[in-house]
C-alpha cells in the first residue's frame, strides 16, 4: 500500500511538474513573440524618422528608463541614436553622435525636422556642430534640441524648444 501512495504522488507530481512546464514554454513562447514583434515596431519606427541601415538594436534593462537603443548608419556615414521606451515604444531621445549632419530628420510629434533646427541654431550662433540631442527638458514637459557648437576654440551650448524653434538657451 506504502508503494502505491509513493507512486501515485511520484506520478501527481510528475504531472504537475509537466503541467507547470508546459506553462512555463508557453510564457516564454509569448515572451519571444511580443520581443520579436516589438522589435520589428521598433525598426519601423526608426527609418519612419530618418533614411539609413540600422547597424545594432539592443534593449537596455539595466539602467531605467528601461529602452530599446538604435544605431543607425546615414548613407552620408553619420551615426544616429534613438532610444524607445519600454514597452510603450514611445521616443525617449534621439543622439546625433558623428559627423556629417546633412541629413534629414523627422521626429514627427509636430517638431521641427532636424535640418530646420539645424537651420535655426547655425543663424543664432556660427561654427561646427559638435554633436547634437533631441530630448524633453527636465520638467519632462518640452522637447528641446540641444547643439553643441565649437567657434574659434571655443564651446557653445545652444538649445531650441522642438516644437517652435524658440531660443531657450546660449551659453
Request: proline share 2%; aromatic share 12%; hydrophobic share 40%.
Amino acid at each position: 500500500m506504502k508503494t502505491i501512495k509513493t507512486s501515485f504522488a511520484f506520478f501527481l507530481s510528475a504531472l504537475i511538474f509537466s503541467l507547470l512546464c508546459l506553462n512555463c514554454s508557453s510564457d516564454i513562447n509569448e515572451a519571444n513573440n511580443y520581443q520579436s514583434s516589438s522589435e520589428e515596431k521598433i525598426r519601423e519606427l526608426t527609418l519612419q524618422m530618418i533614411n539609413g541601415t540600422i547597424t545594432d538594436l539592443v534593449t537596455n534593462t539595466f539602467i531605467e528608463p528601461f529602452t530599446w537603443s538604435v544605431i543607425v548608419e546615414t548613407e552620408e556615414k553619420a551615426i544616429v541614436r534613438f532610444e524607445f521606451l519600454i514597452p510603450s515604444r514611445a521616443l525617449h531621445i534621439i543622439v546625433g553622435r558623428s559627423k556629417p549632419y546633412t541629413y534629414n530628420l523627422n521626429p514627427g510629434m509636430n517638431l521641427l525636422s532636424f535640418a530646420k533646427a539645424k537651420e535655426i541654431v547655425l543663424t543664432i550662433q556660427s561654427g561646427e556642430i559638435n554633436w547634437w540631442i533631441l530630448r524633453k527638458d527636465k520638467q519632462g514637459i518640452n522637447w528641446e534640441y540641444r547643439f553643441y557648437i565649437t567657434e574659434n576654440e571655443k564651446m557653445w551650448d545652444v538649445r531650441l524648444n522642438a516644437a517652435n524653434g524658440t531660443v531657450i538657451r546660449h551659453n
